[in-house]
């Protein structure tokens, strides 16, 4: 277990529609990261917060957004679902100390769009 | 761009027979290079970080080695629980923590 928690765990939904994607990084990271994973692109990074502000920016498409609380979890929302969009979707986290840092992955949301 | 390749994408090997992972890098400065382990369905789990040519570190049956192009990781008299995919990952040198994976080396180790 890495700490990191994610939920739902799995999420069914229709084109067309919009989400929310829910992660608390471990006791004490300040950085949350998200990931995209489909079985023909691989980990894919999505976008990272570090203590409630945008730090880096990856593949991610214009309809979808992210944010860090004040309380340090993070939400990923999707908007506008296409087929394309099912796939898993990981948080991590990290200390981010200035140097390398280790991320630690959550167990993933498992999306459907049907 | 930063670029990650894997190799083989896929192995099958008898318990107890070693074996060899590649991960080549190219990226423009590297910072680290990490490795994970993936279990289907599930979050990549954190293995090792080599920071520079000729680090080695080791847990168990797996040792990650590096060199200024390519990363190994080394399975040693593998078990059936080592069977997952094994991910590498490089974070570029320039104050961003941007991850780029390999697309994995998926393992089977078979009784």
């Known amino acids: 277990d890495s700490g990191v928690t994610q939920t739902p765990k799995h999420l069914i939904t229709a084109t067309g529609q919009r989400v929310t994607l829910r992660c608390s990084p471990r006791s004490g990271d300040l950085s949350v990261y998200w990931y995209q994973q489909s079985l023909d692109q691989g980990l894919q990074f999505l976008i990272q917060y570090y203590n409630g502000e945008e730090r880096a920016k990856g593949n991610i498409l214009e309809r979808f957004s992210a944010q860090q609380f004040p309380d340090l979890h993070s939400e990923l929302n999707l908007s506008s679902l296409e087929l394309g969009d099912s796939a898993l979707y990981f948080c991590a986290s990290g200390l981010d100390r200035g140097g390398t840092d280790t991320q630690y992955f959550g167990p993933g949301t498992r999306l459907t769009v049907l | 761009e930063d670029q990650v390749t894997q190799s083989p994408e896929a192995l099958r090997l008898q318990e107890g027979e070693s074996s060899s992972l590649n991960c080549s890098y190219t990226?423009?400065?590297?910072?680290?290079l990490f490795w994970y382990r993936q279990d289907p369905g599930k979050g990549p789990e954190f293995l090792f970080t080599l920071y520079s040519a000729g680090e080695e570190k080791e847990k168990e049956r797996l040792k990650a080695t590096l060199t200024k192009k390519e990363s190994f990781l080394h399975i040693t008299a593998p078990k059936p629980e080592d069977s997952a995919t094994y991910l590498c990952a490089v974070e570029p040198n320039f104050g961003n923590e941007k991850l780029t994976f390999g697309t994995g080396t998926r393992l089977t180790i078979i009784p």
């Open positions: 990226v423009s400065g590297l910072r680290g």
